[in-house]
């Protein structure tokens, strides 16, 4: 387009949707800061997924329904939340705003929801929990983990955690290695100067050493299973245990029979495994094969709206999690 006179630009940013929220955030972030949070692995197709698969269910709406007095309330690691929405495990949050997950913490405490903190979180786990403040008004806190083939670090993590006053770990399971991630390659991207990853004792010279691929691979256990996995983890901690990353009733059967408290069906919001569902695809199956049990079912990937967290919940979850929203409410770093 050319010549006419510049479109009037907005003077205050009205952000009425998740889609303004990320468009703000587009604009705010660099290139290799956006790219790493919004995409996922090689063509992305689970990622597309996730949203297009919720795009396709529709409500069946009633009328003349008494809606004055709704709870959309639930139970939540061991308290009462406000509504069946919190913030998922997304590392590098420092990345998106100077306070990082500190600043998350803050959020869900005035929200009246949870949140998961990443291994690869940019403040330790401490600070973040004790940013969400005492009382009954307190967020639990999730200790988000792989399982890793440092053991000494992994239960040095969990005790962290536990002192801080986390109700549960998620112990990722779809991560044996880290996903494809075409963006990442193509802009070497690194973790910026001045962010850590302290739950992981790793500072920033150490980090910015190695591409994420290697960074990631140091830490991993391939070789992780359930029947290793689920005791060692139960040996070590009074935590609750969720498996995050289950995609099939197969595990979710696995989920019953090692006993963990939970599952969050989840396929990383597509920067894993490119191909499988998006997951309200799988999320009855799920369901199904928890009943009678008490592994509780939650959900993640693609969750932009109210309508959103009403299927998954019309379909059985528990609750659900967000991870990219929560990065999108930036302001970007220098
Ligand atoms: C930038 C970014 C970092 C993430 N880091 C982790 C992580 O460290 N551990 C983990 O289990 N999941 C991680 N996730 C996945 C989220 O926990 C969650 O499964 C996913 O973001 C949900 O999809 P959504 O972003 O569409 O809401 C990350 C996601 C993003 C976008
Ligand atoms: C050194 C690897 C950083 C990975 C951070 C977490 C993440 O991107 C994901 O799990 O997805």
């Known amino acids: 387009m ?17 889609a303004d929220l990320k468009e703000a955030a587009d604009r705010k972030l660099p290139a290799s800061a956006r790219e790493f949070f919004n995409s996922g692995s090689t063509d992305q197709r689970t990622l597309h997924a996730n949203e297009t698969a919720l795009a396709r269910y529709h409500l069946r709406s009633r009328v003349l329904v008494n809606v004055k007095h709704l709870d959309p309330s639930t139970t939540c690691l061991g308290r009462r939340i406000k509504f069946p929405l919190c913030c998922a495990p997304a590392g590098i949050q420092g990345m998106a705003h100077p306070d990082g997950e500190v600043a998350t913490s803050k ?4 929200m009246g929801v949870n949140q998961a903190i990443s291994s690869f ?36 993590i969990i005790q962290r955690a536990e002192a801080a006053g986390c ?16 963006n990442e390659w193509k802009n070497d991207f690194r973790t910026p100067e001045g962010i850590g990853f302290p739950i992981l004792e790793r500072d920033t010279k150490t980090i ?9 691979a140091g830490l991993n ?99 659900c999690w967000v991870g990219r929203p929560t990065l999108w409410n930036c302001d970007g770093y220098q």
Request: charged content about 25%; hydrophobic content about 35%.
């Open 2 to 18: 050319s010549g006419g006179a510049p479109l009037p630009q907005p003077t205050t940013e009205k952000i009425l949707s998740i």
């Open 107 to 110: 959020a869900v405490r005035s």
């Open 121 to 156: 979180a940019s403040y330790p786990v401490d600070e973040i929990v004790s940013a969400g403040g005492n009382g009954d008004d307190a967020p639990s806190y999730a200790i988000q983990m792989y399982p890793m083939s440092n053991r000494g670090l992994q239960e040095r």
């Open 167 to 182: 109700k549960a770990i998620f112990l990722t399971g779809d991560s044996p290695v880290l996903g494809v991630r075409y």
């Open 208 to 216: 910015r050493e190695t591409t994420h691929d290697d960074g990631f």
């Open 221 to 319: 256990d391939d070789g992780a299973s359930w029947e290793r996995d689920i005791k060692w983890l139960r040996d070590r901690t009074k935590m609750k245990v969720f498996v995050k990353g289950v995609m099939c009733s197969e595990d979710v059967a696995n989920a019953v029979k090692w006993g963990v408290d939970g599952v969050v069906v989840s396929n990383h919001g597509g920067r894993q495994l490119d191909g499988v569902p998006g997951t309200i695809d799988v999320l009855e199956e799920c369901v199904q094969a928890a009943k009678g049990s008490s592994v509780e079912v939650h959900v993640d990937g693609g969750f932009r709206r109210g309508s959103d967290v009403f299927v998954a919940l019309a379909l059985g979850a528990k609750c």
